[in-house]
C-alpha cells in the first residue's frame, strides 16, 4: 500500500499553494529517515540503511509522527512529497 502511495504522489502535479507543514523542526536524521519511509523503506531496511539499532529508528519516526502531527506513516509519506523532501519537486533536484 505505501509503495501505491508513493507512486500516486509521484504522478501528482505541483501543488498550487505553499505546504500546511514545516519541516523546519526536525532535525537531519529525522529527514533522512522521512525521505527513506517515502521511498518504501521498511523500519528494518532504514536500520540496515542508516547502520541504526531499530528501536533508535522507531524513536525517529516517533518524533516524526508528533513533530509533523501525522499519525502513520501514510501521511509521512505524504508530508514528504508535500514539503518537496522527495519526488520531482525535491529541493536542489
Known amino acids: 500500500m505505501t509503495r501505491r502511495l508513493i507512486a500516486e504522489f ?34 528494518t531496511e532504514i536500520t540496515e540503511h542508516l547502520h541504526l539499532s531499530l528501536a533508535t529508528v522507531k524513536t525517529h519516526i516517533g518524533r516524526l509522527h508528533a513533530k509533523l502531527q501525522a499519525p ?18 525535491r529541493r536542489g533536484a
Do not use: C, F, K, M
Not at 28 to 41: P, S
Not at 75 to 87: C, D
Open 10 to 43: 509521484a504522478r501528482r502535479p505541483e501543488p498550487t499553494r505553499p505546504p500546511s507543514r514545516s519541516l523546519d523542526a526536525i532535525t537531519n536524521r529525522e529527514l533522512e529517515v522521512l525521505g527513506l519511509i517515502a521511498r518504501g523503506l521498511s523500519n
Open 72 to 89: 502513520d506513516h501514510a501521511q509521512l509519506v505524504i508530508v514528504a512529497y508535500e514539503t518537496g523532501l522527495v519526488g520531482d519537486r
